[in-house]
C-alpha cells in the first residue's frame, strides 16, 4: 500500500491524475481491485489456515490413538506369541507322552489277544476234562450196576449153599435111619454138607467184599460227579474269561485306534499351534512397525504448534521426539473382564472452529498499519 501511496505521489508530480486528467479514474480503479484482491487473499487465507489447523488436529488425534492402539496390539501380539509358544511346546511333549501311550495301548492289546488265545486253549482242555470226567462218571455207574448185579449172583449162591446144608443134612439123617446101608451115603452127605458150608462162608465173605466194593464205587461215583460239576463250573469260568479277555482285546484295540486318531490330531493341532505362533510374531512385527509409523506420523504433526485456542500453524525446525511407544511393553490383560474394566481413552478434542487470531501485525486503533483510507 505504500508502494501505491508513492506511486500515486510521483504521478501526481508529473501531472497524470491531476483533477483534470483522464488517468484519475482508471488509477483509483486498480487500487480498488488491488485492495479487494487483498481482503480476498486475507479471507481465502484464514478459512485455509483454519481447515490446515483442523486437520492437523484430527491427524494429531488420529496419530495419538494408532500409536496407542499399535502399543497394545503389539503388547497383545507378544503375549499371544508368547502363550502360542507355550502351547506349542505342551502339545509336543503331548505328542510325545501320546506316542508312549500308543505303545503301551499296543502292548497291552498284543498281551490281551495271546491271553485270548491261551484263555481258548485253557477252555478247550477243560471242555476235554470235562469229557474224560463225564465218561469216569458214566463208567463208574456201570462199575456200580455190575457190582449190583455181582451181589445178587453171591446171594443167589448163598441160598443155593444154604438149601445144599439142608438137603445134606436131610440126606444124613436118612442115612442114619438106614442103618449099615446107608452109612456110606451118610459119608457122602456130610462131605456134600462141608462144601456146602464152605461155599456159604466164601458166599458170604464175596457180599461182604462186594458190598464194600459197591460202597467204594459209590463214593468213587459221586466223587466224579463232583469232579465233573467242579469241572463244569471251571469251564463255564474258563468260557466267561475267555469272553472278558477277549472283550478287552477289542477294547484295546479301539482304544489304541482312537490313541492314534488322538495322536494323529495333536500332532496336526502341534503344526497348526507352530503356524500360529509363526503369524502371531509376524503380526507383533508389523504392529511394531505400526507402532513406529505412528510415532514417525506423530514426530511430523509435532513439528507444527498446534494449540486450541489459537489458528495459528508455525513451522518449526524438524528435531527427533521421544517415541510414545515404550521398548518394553507391557504385558495386557487380555481377558474379557479386563477388558470391560478399562476405561475407554478419550480422544483428543478436535474443535471446528478453532479461535484464530488474525490481528495484522503493527494495527492501531484507528486503521491498519500505514494504510490510510482513501
Known amino acids: 500500500m505504500r508502494e501505491l501511496l508513492a506511486l500515486k505521489a510521483k504521478f501526481a508530480e508529473e501531472g497524470y491524475i491531476a483533477s483534470n486528467s483522464k488517468y484519475q479514474g482508471a488509477f483509483w480503479l486498480v487500487v480498488a481491485c488491488i485492495s479487494i484482491g487483498t481482503c480476498l487473499s486475507l479471507t481465502i487465507g484464514y478459512f485455509i489456515a483454519r481447515w490446515f489447523t483442523n486437520a492437523l488436529l484430527e491427524v494429531d488425534a488420529i496419530a495419538s490413538t494408532l500409536s496407542s492402539a499399535s502399543s497394545q496390539l503389539a503388547s497383545a501380539a507378544e503375549l499371544l506369541s508368547s502363550g502360542a509358544q507355550e502351547q506349542a511346546s505342551s502339545l509336543e511333549e503331548t505328542a510325545a507322552s501320546l506316542e508312549e501311550i500308543t505303545g503301551t495301548i499296543q502292548q497291552n492289546a498284543d498281551n490281551a489277544q495271546q491271553a485270548n488265545r491261551l484263555s481258548n486253549s485253557s477252555r478247550e482242555i477243560a471242555e476235554r476234562g470235562g469229557d474224560v470226567t463225564n465218561k469216569a462218571v458214566v463208567g463208574m455207574s456201570e462199575i456200580n450196576d455190575a457190582s449190583k448185579k455181582i451181589a445178587d449172583i453171591i446171594t443167589t449162591i448163598d441160598e443155593i449153599a444154604f438149601q445144599t446144608n439142608l438137603l445134606a443134612l436131610n440126606a444124613a439123617v436118612e442115612a442114619a435111619r438106614a442103618g449099615e446101608q446107608g452109612r456110606g451115603f451118610a459119608v457122602v452127605a456130610g462131605e456134600v454138607r462141608n462144601l456146602a458150608q464152605r ?17 467204594k464205587v459209590q463214593t468213587g461215583s459221586e466223587l466224579v460227579n463232583q469232579s465233573g460239576s467242579t469241572l463244569g463250573e471251571i469251564v463255564g469260568s474258563v468260557k466267561q474269561v475267555t469272553e472278558l479277555v477277549a472283550e478287552i482285546a477289542a477294547a484295546s484295540r479301539e482304544q489304541s485306534v482312537g490313541v492314534e486318531q488322538v495322536n494323529r490330531a495333536v500332532t496336526q493341532m502341534d503344526h497348526v499351534t507352530q503356524s500360529n505362533a509363526a503369524q502371531t510374531e509376524e503380526l507383533a512385527s508389523t504392529a511394531e512397525s505400526l507402532a513406529a ?65 488474525l490481528e495484522p501485525v503493527g494495527a492501531g486503533a484507528g486503521g491498519y498499519g500505514n494504510f490510510e483510507e482513501f
Do not use: C, W
Request: aromatic residues 4%.
Open 293 to 357: 509409523q505412528a510415532q514417525h506420523l506423530q514426530s511430523v504433526v509435532d513439528q507444527f504448534h498446534l494449540t486450541k485456542n489459537s489458528g495459528h500453524v508455525q513451522p518449526i525446525e524438524y528435531t527427533a521426539s521421544k517415541p510414545r511407544v515404550s521398548s518394553t511393553r507391557p504385558r495386557i490383560q487380555t481377558t474379557s473382564a479386563s477388558m470391560a474394566k478399562r476405561p475407554a481413552q478419550p480422544r483428543p478434542a478436535v474443535h471446528d472452529e478453532p479461535d484464530f487470531d
Open 199 to 215: 461155599s456159604a462162608g466164601a458166599a458170604k465173605e464175596i457180599k461182604v467184599l462186594i458190598q464194600d466194593s459197591v460202597s
